[in-house]
């Protein structure tokens, strides 16, 4: 079979675009933006009735409409987008074609046949078990068989980017090492697997003894297991929205990383120990030693952690460097007022980083930590946390980088030009505002998944305090915000997917490149990179010392101030707590 | 744009840390290792630690134990379903019962006396969360969890189920007094 070496060059961007590769970034973005509607529609569903005084739905519904909304955000949405961004960081930033195109294809249609029962397993009524489907709760076996079929299709995905990673390397269409932001996709493709076979480990044995193969389920082994899946899955978008954050940083200011040494290393701490954390989620759980829950939830010592603060810093602070040179060197900030707040694609991925951090990153070592967890445990505190890191952070991430690969990808002028701008804001503060209320119902007690908090119809119901009310109608009113915001964004990259301008460079045509090698590989050093860090000129002297990043420097403190008093503080309110042993 | 190309130097690793990064790195590792240090200082000085000890058994024979328990130390019964308010002395035995939908039965405390408390589930999975204090303990089906637990307020709590347990979930709510 002859191998297809049709290339493209963005003219804009100077990317290079292997036809097959590009063919399947679209379908697959194109499935994550249908995930992403068809949960949106969901999530309005699932707020309005949780807002007490609106209700909307009834209990079975809103089980319903809870169990789909969370797997086509969480899992459908998320990994097509990450499939997406795995075939671009391989083929697109190695200038490489992609290695069997043909079984990537197979692998799209495994993920959309699997999306496509799973639903249908959903939507039949008997399979609200939730996206944990928590045995010995059953569900009906078309969910299992579904999830299964995606998952493995998700697999082969990333063998398709891995064998590519050998392509490129064989064709030598790069020079010395991949880029940072390749490492990153490699990182999350690496957790993908560990993922991946987790999930099998667990759901196939669930499905057998759905359809009666197997006649016990153990609930500790399958929430152990599972976990290693479920939390896993969301490592993976760590990994690949971190990847992101570089990339846009790249895009937006040219900018370089601090150091690369330091940001590949922190990529590496993921590998190693960021899937620990899985066991968060058995904090309260029975049948488990302390020292194991210590250990594994600290990510052995909070080195995963430690990883995110560096990127937390070296992301930041690789713009501010970029701007400096810029001439943006007054005072502390002006790299930051002075950069483009009105570029989508900026202010977004700045929202993501600056949510993650903030809201999702301190939120998750508070409530990770062995008997800080027992204050939360199951409240909607969790899914504060989890809007704040996976909403906040990966799919803000994803929206911004989507911004750039209209023009790039699809080759389409924006549609609605003058509303992108304000899209990250709405949704970015509208669900940031959605995070922020539900971990303050979750810290009042709240319990996440239920239906009815005034307990209608039970003789002894518990009365919630008045500001737990308050704070569900706040995320209700928020999460409007929030899915406007997310329409905003659908009516934009589906109008220009589909409807926009096309853009049409006079003289453009494809080319066919030899042994899948595009043009030139770039020179070793280009003359604006090879400026070196430390003597870089555009530090100011921040307390006596010279730093190339000193405003970056600023905000990390304030984020660690903020951190030690959250974190002291959950101490001192468990401390108050009965006392337990 | 050059975290989207190969870096320029081939020798990347030997580059030299801005101080920015050195200065950073040093703080988030020493704070990493204070977050972990809590958690094993909690279990020598802290109050609230959850308790590791656990037994595999069956549906029927915890709740023989239960239903030995209420025989015992019954004091009065509440609602229309007759729920038994339990009343045990300090320091003994008692048995907690997590079904679909409800919790049986209901405990009488006093405060400052501690109290064995066991947590098991008959069916699926159920979230023991207890209200106002905001106490929240995972209950599985066939693992007896075994708290100590040492009331210190006077008053009337609400135990209810926070983890997702069917269409009912909502409806699962019950009481703990503390005398």
Same mark, same amino acid.
């Given at each position: ?90 083929? $697109? ?7 069997? &195109? ?43 068989? +579904? ?54 480990? /667990? ?12 006649? #016990? ?13 479920? #939390? ?16 846009? @940083? ?22 190693? =120990? ?39 810093? $070296? ?34 991925? =700045? ?12 939120? +998750? ?77 979750? $810290? ?8 009815? /908090? @005034? ?36 009516? /934009? ?12 460079? &006079? ?13 030139? &590989? ?13 003597? #870089? ?45 | ?10 020798? !990347? !690793? ?16 020493? !704070? ?24 595999? %058994? ?20 509440? %609602? ?23 919790? !049986? ?42 708290? %100590?637990?040492?009331? %210190? ?27």
């Amino acid at each position: 079979m002859a191998v297809n070496r049709m290339f493209r060059t963005c003219p804009a961007s100077g990317l290079v675009f292997h036809e097959p590769a590009e063919n399947l970034m679209k379908a697959n973005a194109v499935a994550a933006a249908v995930s992403l509607l068809v949960g949106g529609i969901l999530a309005i569903g699932v707020t309005l009735t949780r807002w007490q005084a609106v209700h909307m739905l009834p209990p079975d519904s809103f089980y319903l409409f809870l169990t789909a909304h969370g797997l086509n955000m969480l899992v459908f949405w998320i990994i097509f987008f990450e499939m997406a961004i795995l075939y671009f960081t391989s083929s $697109t930033l190695l200038k490489c074609r992609l290695a069997a &195109p043909g079984i990537g294809w197979v692998a799209f249609w495994m993920m959309v046949v699997g999306a496509l029962m799973n639903n249908y397993a959903v939507f039949r009524g008997d399979s609200s078990v939730m996206f944990t489907a928590y045995a010995p709760m059953g569900a009906h076996p078309t969910f299992y068989l +579904g999830l299964i079929l995606f998952a493995v299709g998700a697999l082969i995905s990333c063998f398709v980017f891995f064998a590519t990673l050998v392509v490129a390397k064989s064709e030598k269409t790069y020079n010395g090492s991949v880029p940072l932001v390749t490492f990153g996709a490699i990182t999350a493709a690496i957790i993908a697997v560990f993922t991946i076979a987790s999930g099998a480990i /667990i759901l196939v044995p669930t499905f057998l003894w759905s359809v009666g193969f197997i006649d #016990h389920i153990d609930s500790l082994v399958y929430r152990t297991v599972f976990w290693a899946f479920g #939390h896993s899955s969301q490592q993976i978008n760590v990994s690949a929205h971190v990847a992101v954050w570089y990339a846009i @940083a790249a895009i937006v200011f040219g900018a370089k990383p601090l150091s690369e040494k330091v940001s590949r290393t922190a990529f590496f701490l993921y590998i190693c =120990f960021l899937q620990l954390a899985s066991a968060h989620h058995l904090l309260a759980d029975p049948g488990l030693t302390s020292n194991w829950k210590i250990f594994n939830t600290s990510y052995a010592m909070y080195l995963a952690v430690l990883a995110s603060m560096v990127h937390g810093l $070296t992301v930041p602070g690789s713009i501010e460097v970029a701007q400096r040179q810029k001439g943006y060197t007054n005072g502390l900030f002006e790299w930051l007022r002075k950069a483009p707040w009105g570029n989508p694609a900026f202010s977004g991925m =700045f929202l993501s980083l600056i949510g993650f951090g903030f809201l999702g990153g301190i939120s +998750g070592v508070m409530m990770g930590t062995e008997q800080l967890n027992l204050l939360i445990h199951n409240t909607l505190y969790v899914p504060g946390h989890f809007h704040a890191t996976v909403v906040v952070g990966t799919t803000l991430a994803f929206m911004s980088l989507t911004y750039f690969l209209i023009p790039v990808l699809f080759r389409r002028q924006m549609m609605f030009a003058g509303m992108a701008p304000w899209q990250p804001y709405v949704f970015g503060l509208g669900m940031m505002g959605v995070s922020l209320f539900l971990m303050g119902a979750g $810290t009042l007690g709240v319990p996440r998944r239920h239906w009815d /908090i @005034a307990f209608a119809g039970n003789p002894l119901p518990y009365e919630f305090p008045g500001s737990a009310w308050l704070m569900m109608a706040l995320a209700g009113i928020s999460s409007i915000f929030a899915f406007v915001g997310g329409a905003m964004y659908l009516a /934009i990259t589906v109008g220009s997917v589909f409807f926009g301008k096309k853009i049409e460079t &006079p003289g453009f045509k494809e080319i066919s490149a030899q042994q899948g090698m595009v043009g030139r &590989p770039q020179p070793a050093a280009a003359p604006a990179d090879t400026t070196v860090i430390a003597g #870089h000129q555009g530090g100011v002297g921040a307390g006596g010392m010279c730093m190339v990043a000193p405003g970056t420097f600023v905000l990390a403190i304030v984020f660690l101030v903020s951190f030690v008093l959250y974190y002291f503080i959950n101490w001192k309110y468990l401390s108050t707590v009965w006392p337990l042993r | 744009m050059s975290a989207i190309l190969p870096p320029p130097e081939r020798v !990347w !690793w030997k580059q030299p840390l801005d101080r920015v990064e050195g200065l950073w790195i040093g703080i988030a590792l020493v !704070w990493c290792l204070i977050m972990f240090f809590m958690m094993p200082y909690w279990h020598v000085y802290g109050k609230q630690n959850l308790a590791n000890e656990a037994w595999r %058994t069956t549906p029927e024979a915890y709740m023989k134990k239960a239903e030995e328990v209420v025989a015992k130390y019954k004091v009065r019964e509440e %609602t229309d379903q007759k729920i038994p308010v339990v009343h045990p002395p300090a320091g003994s035995d008692v048995y907690l019962v997590a079904r679909l939908w409800s919790w !049986w039965p209901i405990l009488e405390l006093e405060a400052g006396k501690s109290y064995r408390i066991h947590l098991m589930s008959m069916d699926w999975l159920h979230g023991f969360s207890l209200q106002p204090e905001n106490i929240n303990v995972e209950v599985h089906p066939g693992y007896d969890h075994v708290m %100590t637990v040492t009331p %210190t307020r006077a008053g009337s709590y609400s135990i209810i189920c926070n983890e997702y347990c069917g269409i009912n979930h909502h409806t699962m709510a019950s009481r703990l007094y503390v005398k």
